[in-house]
């Protein structure tokens, strides 16, 4: 009897050496973990910008001077961008304002219901932030699967957040590179969980 619960007791002691091994681990590679990023293909149909930083606009407009023939669906709170954009004389023949957003998932769910509107094959640039890109990869993952539209993750470069590889290797000790990776993990935690 004794000699069971020695080797119980050990198999408990390894598991939780395991576990904590693997906890650190993960937790060490989540800010790698949580980018996604494609290079940018020779071509676009579509360039779909997620609200909320002015930096997004700033990169997809750089974008779409790269791809004449592309449109460019912008979800825009309030109009704040696309006002600006107007305002800048920007040509906005080719951009669709999407207004309607309060969240991600709603963001998703309308540039779903753009693109059931073609069914050509498309390529879609997917234009945010580098720690959201995983969650939106996830939200695409539910909807109903479409064979002729290709995703492209195109998050803004690192650099144009002030942010280095060496800070997301170690995003536990940079203020705001850790900041944006603990508030994705929420969010991500909540829409597994609640959606």
């Known amino acids: 009897m004794k000699n069971h619960k020695k080797t119980f007791n050990l198999f408990i002691v ?4 395991l576990v904590s091994v693997f906890l650190v681990i993960s937790f060490r590679n989540v800010g790698r973990w949580l980018i996604i990023s494609d290079a940018v293909p020779p071509h676009l149909d579509i360039v779909f910008t997620f609200a909320g930083e002015n930096v997004r606009v700033s990169y997809s407009k750089e974008l779409m001077s790269r791809f004449d023939d592309a449109r460019w669906i912008l ?16 040509d906005m023949s080719r951009v669709i304002v999407i207004d309607s957003c309060k969240n991600t998932y709603s963001e998703v769910n309308a540039l779903m219901d753009q693109l059931r509107l073609c069914d050509k094959e498309l390529y879609v640039g997917l234009v945010s932030g580098p720690y959201h890109m995983r969650r939106i990869k996830m939200m695409l993952s539910r909807q109903e699967r479409r064979p002729n539209v290709h995703f492209v993750f195109l998050p803004v470069p690192l650099e144009r957040y002030n942010w280095t590889d060496s800070m997301i290797r170690r995003w536990w000790k940079s203020g705001s590179v850790s900041s944006a990776v603990f508030s994705e993990i929420q969010k991500i935690v909540y829409f597994v969980l609640f959606s």
Request: hydrophobic share 30%.
């Open 75 to 90: 979800s825009d709170y309030k109009d704040g961008h696309s006002r600006l954009l107007r305002k800048g004389n920007y």
């Open 14 to 17: 390894i598991l939780l050496i």
